[in-house]
């Protein structure tokens, strides 16, 4: 449900949300700091 919202409301948004989820999976990012910083450089990308 929300995803498909995310998908509604900006496309590119839930696309960064994917490559995202890829880097965790990759083990580019890890901590959960690292989670942190890329949620707030998306925040700031949407405002």
Excluded: C, W
Aim: charged share 45%; aromatic share 6%; hydrophobic share 30%.
């Amino acid at each position: 449900m929300i995803d498909t919202m995310a998908e509604q409301l900006n496309p590119k948004f839930q696309e960064e949300l994917k490559t995202s989820g890829k880097e965790y999976e990759e083990k580019k990012v890890g901590t959960t700091e690292d989670i942190y910083k890329i949620l707030r450089r998306k925040e700031k990308s949407l405002a």
